[in-house]
């Protein structure tokens, strides 16, 4: 049995070892003894919580199950999930996440007595309104991510989904659930508590349809920043310092990631949240312009274009995970280097469906990551280089955002592809990107277009070289 | 007159928030997958109180409400920490740098 103040020592401990895990993540080379640390702590939080409570009753041998039934699922997921499909394994974590903060947030409710926080009906006021944060918080960040989920496993369709007086019954859903946290504390009563939980599922399902599939990023961070806070809630509740450590951590965490993700939209965080983007401005798009005529081309004369080039700027997007396009794509630039051509990648914040979704999938297909360039340190080079080959990334590479003012992606950082001498864009169709808007690109005098899937394009292109 | 606890979490907490805010953006722009996941897994520190939950069952009622909920959490919070510590293993063995024989 330990003592509290002893178990407090270890649970501060925990919690600076995942500072020092996040820490780790600064350089590749720390990165996986950051893990480590990570690892560490949370054995250390478990242990500790057992020998403190101290209770090795039959309850124990039930606990053990459940946890090493939770593990095995986890491993099981960790080995067999492809690379690919990591936004939908995050958001599907994330709901986990979120599920349990409102489980320990229901079980403190029903017996505060294992937790100190008083007696059932005569919880302390603090620790209520810090559950019902938790709980809140939690629903949400559960029911917002099984949306996420169901749009990026494409289960449910990833347009936005809007209706009539959608912000005013939100609004007034956030109004009923501050009026029933006030309610609870009053009178304690559970009717009220399942009520708040209720609307909590309900208010996360609405914050999230009408979000499109390709702000996916931005609303990923924001739910890794929910499952933050509700973390921190619970840990309030527990009184227990890595908790409220962690609960922090990950909160700031997530916001800084949707921050990024915004900025690299060029558009606020309100506007991703209210959502309904590319929805509305399409069709007069369309109608008003009349067919430009485009260059294309085909594998062998993209392989003569590249044979010929001394340097070549990748840039990857959406299309190639969908495509799963990676490995063969590596196996380009292997013969492109054979030939002594200088390959490079260019990779946009936002490009594919989560942050850094880009990075991982090139790491699997062994690219070196000291090959693998951020938008501000490469794009000055797209002046120098002689071709762009861009596999599946469409509204990142779009010259309009920086020429139009009337583009809705007007102000977005772009890639400047349009400089290189010449530009090889891998492209199933001439449809437009999710932001419903043409892309200049496509009709430049020195863009050809390569209409193909962009894995068997990549393979007919390395056979040609 | 003596100072409630409860600050003393809440310093903790804002001190944190500092915390996580400076140590995230030194966070290498590649590496933001692997942070999600690790973020997730560290999160699921949340089984401490899950546990005290499951634990809180008389020796008569192992299984009484209030304990299931702490199981069910358990089970939940357990695939995570698992899933997402392994998972973002997994995801940065796979970074490596240029072959220098070249």
Redesign the interface.
């Known amino acids: 049995m330990f003592s509290a103040n002893l178990s407090a020592i270890f649970y501060l401990i925990s919690g600076v070892l995942f500072i020092l895990a996040l820490r780790g993540l600064s350089s590749p080379e720390t990165s996986r003894q950051g893990n480590l640390f990570g690892i560490i702590g949370m054995v250390i939080a478990i242990t500790v919580t057992f020998i403190s409570i101290g209770n090795f009753s039959n309850g124990f041998i039930y606990v053990l199950i459940f946890l090493l039934a939770g593990g095995f699922v986890g491993a099981f997921i960790a080995y067999k999930i492809p690379m690919t499909a990591m936004p939908e394994l995050v958001a599907g974590f994330h709901s986990l996440v979120g599920l349990a903060a409102v489980f320990v947030a229901l079980s403190a409710f029903l017996n505060p007595e294992a937790f100190n926080l008083g007696t059932p009906g005569n919880i302390k006021i603090g620790s209520l309104v810090e559950m019902s944060i938790g709980a809140v918080v939690g629903a949400i960040t559960f029911s917002g991510s099984i949306i996420a989920f169901l749009k990026l496993q494409g289960i449910m369709s990833g347009a936005p989904i809007t209706f009539k007086g959608q912000h005013p019954l939100n609004a007034l859903i956030l109004v009923s659930i501050i009026i029933l946290t006030y309610l609870l504390c009053s009178t304690q009563s559970s009717n009220l508590f399942w009520m708040l939980l209720t609307i909590s599922f309900l208010i996360g399902f609405l914050l999230i349809i009408p979000i499109g599939g390709a702000d996916m990023p931005v609303v990923i961070s924001m739910l890794n920043s929910y499952s933050g806070w509700a973390a921190a809630g619970i840990g309030f509740t527990l009184e227990n310092t890595a908790l409220i450590i962690t609960g922090a951590l990950v909160g700031s965490s997530g916001a800084i990631l949707s921050y990024i993700m915004c900025k690299g939209m060029n558009r606020s965080f309100f506007n991703v949240i209210l959502g309904g983007f590319g929805a509305t401005d399409q069709s007069t798009d369309s109608s008003s312009k009349e067919q430009r005529p485009v260059k294309s081309g085909n594998a062998d004369d993209a392989a003569f274009l590249m044979k010929n080039a001394s340097s070549v700027i990748i840039v990857p997007g959406y299309g190639m995970a969908v495509a799963q396009a990676q490995h063969a794509l590596r196996e380009m630039v292997d013969t492109l280097k054979k030939n002594d051509i200088k390959v490079s990648y260019a990779i946009h914040p936002v490009a594919g469906r989560m942050p850094g979704h880009m990075n991982v999938l090139l790491a699997e297909a062994n690219v070196p990551y000291d090959e693998v360039f951020e938008l501000e340190e490469i794009n000055n080079d797209f002046a120098n280089a002689d071709v762009a080959f861009v596999i599946g990334a469409n509204d990142v590479t779009n010259p309009v955002a920086k020429t139009d003012p009337q583009s809705p992606i007007y102000g977005m950082p772009v890639l400047d592809v349009e400089k290189c001498k010449s530009v090889l864009f891998v492209k199933r169709s001439l449809s437009p990107g999710y932001a419903g808007i043409d892309n200049d690109l496509f009709y430049k005098e020195n863009t050809l277009m390569l209409f193909a899937d962009a894995k068997k394009m990549t393979e007919d292109i390395t056979k040609n070289l | 007159m003596e100072i409630d ?2 600050i003393f ?1 809440l310093s ?3 001190l ?2 500092f ?3 400076y ?35 008389k ?1 008569t009622s ?6 299931i ?31 220098k024989d070249k």
């Not at chain 2, 192992?62 to 304990?67: H, P, Q, R």
């Open positions: 606890p409860f979490r903790i907490f804002i944190s928030i915390i996580g805010y140590v995230v953006w030194s966070v290498t722009p590649s590496l933001h997958t692997p942070l999600m996941s690790v973020t997730n897994a560290i999160s699921s520190v949340i089984i401490v109180g899950a546990i005290i939950a499951g634990l809180a069952g020796s192992i299984f009484n409400t209030s304990s909920y702490g199981f069910l959490a358990i089970f939940l919070a357990a695939i995570n920490i698992f899933g997402g510590f392994l998972v973002t293993q997994r995801m940065l063995a796979m970074y490596k740098k240029k072959k």
